[in-house]
């Protein structure tokens, strides 16, 4: 029974977790991005350090609304549901760490990350998708609102909806 109940517990803060911070099992219907093409190249070895510190501060409980915000693509439009994860206690004690990232053009990356509730991992080997948008690496919108959704019960927020 007293392992049945730290079960329970423990899916119960994992939910909190990732209503805060989200999953990459959870796939939802995100309105179409378009994203500017890029003349210029990066160094990949820069991109993926690039991609690696914003993910790593996007996931981490001392990020403020306004630094996550610049992190995602689109944020402004995302800020509202920021604000209220971090309001909610969603983001404390959360930390990430990049394991892996594959381009998938220039300025797409799939990225392979662990999520971290007070140094426990919560969500190993979790995968999202980083674009590039004006030379810089973002969260993705996709990415953000599949973790909206799972925030909300799986239904998009309004700020996800076309």
């Not at 517990?9 to 309105?31: F, N």
Request: proline share 5%; hydrophobic share 35%; with cysteine.
């Amino acid at each position: 029974m007293r392992t049945s109940m730290r079960w329970v517990g423990s899916v119960a803060v994992l939910g909190l977790v990732l209503a805060g911070c989200g999953s990459s099992k959870t796939k939802t219907t995100a309105p179409a991005t378009t994203i500017a093409p890029t003349t210029t190249t990066q160094d990949p070895a820069q991109a993926k350090a690039e991609i690696t510190t914003d993910w790593e501060t996007f996931f981490n409980e001392h990020t403020t609304v306004d630094q996550a915000v610049l992190l995602m693509e689109n944020g402004e439009k995302h800020r509202a549901f920021r604000q209220m994860s971090v309001d909610k206690g969603q983001t404390k004690g959360t930390t990430a760490k990049v394991e892996k990232i594959e381009f998938e053009d220039a300025n797409t990356a799939v990225v392979t990350f662990t999520l971290f509730l007070n140094g426990a991992p919560v969500l190993p080997h979790a995968t999202g998708r980083a674009v590039r948008v004006n030379g810089k690496w973002l969260v993705s919108e996709e990415y953000n609102c599949s973790l909206e959704a799972l925030g909300n019960n799986n239904v998009p927020p309004a700020d996800c909806k076309p």
